[in-house]
């Protein structure tokens, strides 16, 4: 597929952060999601309407970059979170070339734009920037947009919240503005007074409000110029004004772009000497996989499970929050890569979220507030918390293999009482006594109240880990009580959780009264669980078996390697011929455990199938339509990109 194919179907062209301020650019160029001062909670820019427009005036004709005029190209050419767009308009002979980043070390998003004329004649060029926010992610009718003579900027401010747009053209900030209202009192937008070249100069509005700024400047025929332009985030007027003074000091716009290249090339050169043991057609992938996985995190420590906001479109809340499985899917190749912070912010946001019982809730949003939830406290006739708990023993788990990576007393003394110890105790606890394995909590996938055999695999590994830590840290009684446990899931596992008659783990098992029911639908986490986590060797022939099932199932070419989730998914399922979307999760599982087994070739066909429908950014989505051939957002997923990592670092054989 061409670079505009691969990108059409995807919900965002490129990502930027720095941990507090993160923006979002979709497939016309324009501003989409706009987090500040959380990644993935207050979104300044999500909803229609809030889309920041960018136009063009040039010879009478006017042309916004979502009028269908433009061809686009992006890409992260710098080994760095900055981004590049090309739009070319070759009705008006146009091409504008945007370097986008967010500053490393200060909150402002900046744009580099390069105006280039097709034409051989002289041009009168005018580019028009609209900014539109509901801050704080209200739809109240409360914001302010003023104009500041003194500094030659727009401030857009709320409570707490203010952004400060404002730029350069050979020098010179915009030369007009247009301030107003959108969305209320039959107001369509500021951003239609700029369609006949020229800005009313509205100073100052309240309510819903937006504005535009135009840069003004003649080209030579084959000629190009540049304009910069940013916003300035800050929790107060105050702030934003330091920042936006920042922009003017050291070089300005350009070398704060530069310096953040060159802070991105340092963040990432573990990922970039990894990459050069890979083949060489995986290298730019698997760098920038580890890129967008940074991008995805919190500085506070919670890593979002997607900060693109397209799910709002049909769903009723988007993927914006913290679970704790994900992150600790997330935070495991960067802890193989040698990354310590990341790892060690998230362990810090578990611990402060972290129920007074030792578990942890269904999700989180970045502030360490529990998310929105469907799961109830009361099961059908069951009493019990509405939790996920593998989510819990998975922290456990990872936090295990980064002490081992990484051993350190003052690690030890900092968790150990604190977070492993009452997670371990509740684990050890929570086990129904009459099939001896973890009572029930909900599946992996969010939709069933059920002891699966994914869950009862990652407990059982926790309580492993967690014997392993009270050893260290001389805990002798904890860890053979952890440890006893460990042993009694692993004997119960071998005699429950194995369906003969299918060939294939069960997903899971439930206690009615005297009855022990069974689920029996093929599910990729009951298999992987068992693999990954080592609750069944991995010669064993039960993983042989289900291996050949899922092959038998799923599998109808070795060309069309995706897995989906389980039989019948019907999850954002369009197509009812199809058993269920392939999820690139699920599937890079089964290229880890080829790749154990020795076949590296096969892997390679899955790992080459995620390239090729990935973004030409390589943002990798949650799922794949196998019949349109589309991903399907959101995207990027965090988990997806820390399966792919994972598993070109097992082809490298990294610890």
Same mark, same amino acid.
């Given at each position: 597929?061409?670079?505009?194919?691969?990108?059409d179907?995807?919900?965002?062209a490129?990502?930027?952060?720095?941990?507090?301020?993160?923006?979002?650019?979709?497939?016309?160029?324009?501003?989409? %999601?706009?987090?500040?001062?959380?990644?993935?909670?207050?979104?300044?820019?999500?909803? !229609?309407g809030?889309?920041?427009? /960018?136009?063009?005036?040039?010879?009478?004709?006017?042309?916004?970059?979502?009028? #269908?005029?433009?061809?686009?190209e992006?890409?992260?050419?710098?080994d760095?979170?900055?981004?590049?767009?090309?739009?070319?308009?070759?009705?008006?002979?146009?091409?504008?070339?945007?370097?986008d980043?967010?500053?490393?070390?200060?909150?402002?998003?900046?744009?580099?734009?390069?105006?280039?004329n097709?034409?051989?004649?002289?041009? %009168?060029?005018r580019l028009?920037?609209?900014?539109?926010?509901? /801050?704080?992610?209200?739809?109240?009718?409360t914001d302010t947009?003023?104009?500041?003579?003194?500094?030659?900027?727009?401030?857009?401010?709320?409570?707490?919240?203010?952004?400060?747009?404002?730029?350069?053209?050979?020098?010179?900030?915009?030369?007009?503005h247009?301030?107003?209202?959108?969305?209320?009192?039959?107001?369509?937008?500021?951003?239609?007074?700029?369609?006949d070249?020229?800005?009313?100069?509205g100073n100052?509005?309240?309510?819903?409000?937006?504005?535009?700024?135009?840069?003004?400047?003649? !080209?030579?025929?084959?000629?190009?110029?540049?304009?910069?332009?940013?916003?300035?985030?800050?929790?107060?007027?105050?702030?934003a004004?330091?920042?936006?003074?920042q922009i003017?000091?050291?070089?300005g716009?350009?070398?704060?772009?530069h310096?953040?290249?060159?802070?991105?090339?340092?963040?990432?050169?573990?990922?970039?000497?990894?990459s050069?043991?890979?083949p060489?057609?995986y290298?730019?992938?698997?760098?920038?996989?580890?890129m967008?996985i940074?991008?995805?995190?919190? /500085?506070?420590?919670?890593?979002?499970?997607?900060?693109?906001?397209?799910?709002?479109?049909?769903?009723?809340?988007?993927?914006?929050?913290?679970?704790?499985?994900?992150?600790?899917?997330?935070?495991?190749?960067?802890?193989?890569?040698?990354?310590?912070?990341?790892?060690?912010?998230?362990?810090?946001?578990?611990?402060?979220?972290?129920h007074?019982?030792?578990y942890?809730?269904? =999700?989180?949003?970045?502030?360490?507030?529990?998310?929105?939830s469907?799961?109830?406290?009361?099961?059908?006739?069951?009493?019990?918390?509405?939790?996920?708990?593998d989510e819990?023993?998975?922290?456990?788990?990872?936090?295990?293999?980064?002490?081992?990576?990484?051993?350190?007393k003052?690690?030890?003394?900092?968790?150990?009482?604190?977070?492993?110890?009452?997670m371990?105790?509740?684990?050890?606890?929570?086990i129904?006594?009459?099939?001896?394995?973890?009572?029930?909590s909900?599946?992996?996938?969010?939709?069933?109240?059920?002891?699966?055999?994914?869950?009862?695999a990652?407990?059982?590994?926790?309580?492993n880990?967690?014997?392993?830590?009270?050893?260290?840290?001389?805990?002798?009684?904890?860890?053979?009580l952890?440890?006893?446990?460990?042993?009694?899931i692993?004997?119960?596992?071998?005699?429950?959780?194995?369906? =003969?008659?299918?060939?294939?783990?069960?997903h #899971?098992?439930?206690?009615?009264?005297?009855?022990? !029911?069974k689920?029996?639908? /093929? %599910?990729?986490?009951?298999?992987? #669980?068992?693999?990954?986590?080592?609750?069944?060797d991995?010669?064993?022939?039960?993983?042989?078996?289900?291996?050949q099932?899922? =092959?038998?199932i799923?599998?109808?070419?070795?060309?069309?390697?995706?897995i989906?989730?389980?039989?019948?998914?019907?999850?954002?399922?369009?197509?009812?011929?199809?058993?269920?979307n392939?999820?690139?999760?699920?599937?890079?599982?089964?290229?880890?455990?080829?790749?154990?087994?020795?076949?590296?070739?096969?892997?390679?066909?899955?790992?080459?199938?995620?390239?090729?429908?990935?973004?030409?950014?390589?943002?990798?989505?949650?799922?794949? %339509?196998?019949?349109?051939?589309?991903s399907?957002?959101?995207?990027?997923?965090?988990?997806?990109?820390?399966?792919?990592?994972?598993?070109? !670092?097992?082809?490298?054989? =990294?610890?």
């Open positions: 597929m061409s670079t505009i194919e691969r990108v179907y995807m919900a965002r490129y990502v930027l952060s720095n941990g507090e301020l993160h923006v979002g650019i979709n497939l016309n160029g324009f501003v989409h %999601d706009f987090y500040y001062p959380y990644v993935g909670l207050e979104n300044h820019a999500a909803g !229609l809030l889309r920041h427009k /960018i136009g063009v005036w040039v010879d009478g004709i006017f042309s916004w970059l979502d009028d #269908g005029n433009w061809n686009f992006f890409n992260y050419p710098y760095a979170l900055v981004g590049h767009t090309k739009a070319t308009n070759s009705r008006i002979g146009i091409i504008l070339e945007f370097d980043a967010v500053d490393n070390s200060i909150s402002v998003f900046m744009r580099n734009i390069h105006v280039i097709q034409l051989g004649e002289k041009r %009168d060029i028009f920037m609209h900014q539109a926010f509901a /801050i704080g992610d209200s739809r109240s009718n947009a003023q104009y500041l003579p003194g500094t030659s900027a727009i401030l857009h401010y709320r409570g707490r919240r203010a952004f400060i747009v404002a730029g350069r053209v050979n020098g010179l900030p915009f030369d007009q247009s301030i107003g209202l959108f969305g209320i009192e039959d107001h369509q937008g500021t951003w239609k007074d700029a369609e070249g020229e800005l009313s100069g100052v509005e309240h309510g819903r409000v937006d504005s535009v700024i135009r840069f003004k400047f003649d !080209l030579a025929p084959h000629d190009s110029g540049r304009v910069n332009y940013w916003i300035a985030a800050g929790s107060s007027m105050r702030e004004l330091y920042v936006q003074k003017d000091l050291q070089g716009m350009d070398e704060r772009i310096s953040t290249t060159a802070w991105w090339h340092k963040w990432l050169e573990p990922a970039r000497i990894e050069e043991k890979l060489l057609e290298r730019q992938s698997f760098v920038d996989s580890v967008i940074k991008s995805q995190i919190d /500085i506070r420590g919670a890593i979002m499970a997607s900060t693109d906001t397209s799910l709002l479109n049909y769903s009723r809340d988007a993927y914006t929050y913290c679970w704790p499985r994900d992150g600790g899917f997330v935070i495991w190749p960067l802890i193989r890569l040698g990354y310590q912070d990341e790892a060690l912010r998230f362990f810090a946001f578990c611990k402060k979220t972290m007074p019982d030792g942890l809730m269904h =999700k989180y949003r970045a502030d360490g507030a529990i998310g929105s469907w799961h109830p406290y009361i099961h059908d006739d069951v009493v019990g918390q509405p939790i996920q708990e819990t023993a998975l922290v456990v788990f990872i936090f295990n293999e980064f002490y081992k990576k990484f051993p350190s003052q690690l030890l003394n900092d968790y150990y009482q604190s977070m492993i110890l009452p371990a105790n509740f684990m050890m606890n929570y129904d006594q009459r099939t001896g394995l973890p009572r029930p909900y599946d992996l996938w969010e939709e069933d109240f059920i002891t699966t055999t994914y869950t009862t990652v407990v059982r590994a926790a309580l880990s967690a014997a392993e830590i009270a050893e260290s840290i001389g805990d002798n009684d904890n860890a053979v952890w440890k006893t446990s460990c042993d009694d692993t004997q119960a596992s071998k005699n429950t959780l194995f369906n =003969k008659e299918r060939q294939y783990f069960y #899971g098992i439930n206690v009615k009264g005297k009855d022990i !029911l689920s029996e639908r /093929i %599910d990729s986490s009951a298999l992987f #669980g068992a693999y990954i986590f080592g609750l069944f991995s010669d064993s022939p039960e993983i042989k078996a289900s291996i099932t899922i =092959k038998d799923f599998i109808s070419y070795p060309e069309q390697p995706g989906p989730r389980y039989e019948n998914d019907n999850y954002r399922r369009e197509h009812a011929e199809i058993s269920g392939w999820w690139y999760i699920c599937s890079l599982w089964y290229a880890q455990y080829l790749i154990a087994l020795g076949d590296e070739k096969s892997a390679q066909n899955i790992i080459n199938w995620t390239i090729n429908t990935s973004s030409s950014t390589h943002l990798i989505g949650e799922q794949y %339509d196998p019949l349109t051939g589309k399907v957002a959101p995207a990027p997923l965090t988990w997806s990109h820390a399966e792919f990592v994972s598993t070109l !670092l097992d082809i490298i054989g =990294k610890d």
